[in-house]
């Protein structure tokens, strides 16, 4: 079965300063992973995402991701956090995408962030 | 991009009652919907996947009596939640699936807030 572990429950940072929020996944096969916002009172937004190809993907809101199979990990980073960025994040990971049968997501326990300005 | 209507985005019942959500795909056909529950503090949990004309298929553990899902068009998925009790109080997400040329995608809605007094 897929599973997610989101270590941190709640991180604070000051504006301005690096972001990594970190993700672990446990997958059969090759996972097909997400990293997902949410706002108070509202659905989630998708930042990124990876299928295959380069290990390092680009998202919106200056948002990165790595893919390290070996360490079965897929954290996000942002080099310069915002106060905007305060928020929830959920990692994901789903089986690989035509599956036939929809993406059913497995969902990490979130990581809160705070913003200090 | 794609938009996904939930609604309402907060709905307070009494006990006992039942309380429908609607999930619409605004400009695009979902080819799936999913349906999932957030309790606070928690990540999301998958409930139910539906498909267009046919009957949903639940996660185990949960009621398909008394979670009822409706998947009557392309557009529009329900989910009722029958014979509400307090501890059905959470927070409800539902999410399309459209297959694009190369992959699949998912838009969630903003989430349905329920309390039931």
């Known amino acids: 079965a897929q599973s997610v572990t989101q270590p941190d429950i709640h991180i604070t940072v000051s504006e301005g300063a690096s972001l990594e929020l970190r993700c672990n996944y446990s997958?059969?096969?090759?996972?097909?992973l997400f990293w997902y916002v949410q706002s108070p009172g509202q659905g989630l937004q998708l930042l990124l995402k990876y299928f295959s190809g380069d290990t390092l993907v680009q998202g919106i809101k200056g948002f990165e991701a790595e893919f390290k199979r070996s360490q079965s990990s897929f954290n996000l980073r942002k080099p310069s956090v915002h106060w905007s960025d305060a928020a929830e994040y959920f990692c994901a990971v789903g089986a690989t995408p035509r599956t036939g049968g929809g993406n059913k997501l497995t969902f990490g326990t979130g990581t809160q962030l705070k913003v200090e300005l | 991009g794609a938009v996904v209507s939930q609604h309402p985005s907060r709905v307070i019942c009494k006990s006992g009652t039942s309380v429908k959500i609607e999930c619409r795909s605004l400009?695009?056909?979902?080819?799936?919907m999913f349906w999932y529950r957030q309790f606070p503090k928690q990540s999301l949990m998958l409930m139910a996947t539906?498909?267009?004309?046919?009957?949903?298929?639940?996660e185990q553990g949960v009621e398909k009596d008394k979670f009822l899902i409706n998947h009557a068009s392309l557009t529009l998925s329900t989910l009722t939640v029958t014979s509400a009790h307090p501890e059905d109080s959470s927070f409800y997400i539902c999410?399309?699936?459209?297959?694009?040329?190369?992959?699949?995608?998912?838009?969630f809605g903003s989430g349905t807030q329920l309390s039931v007094l």
């Open positions: 400009d695009f056909q979902a080819t799936t």
């Open positions: 539906s498909n267009e004309g046919s009957k949903a298929t639940y």
């Open positions: 999410s399309a699936s459209v297959f694009g040329a190369t992959n699949e995608k998912l838009f």
């Open positions: 997958y059969g096969a090759t996972p097909y």
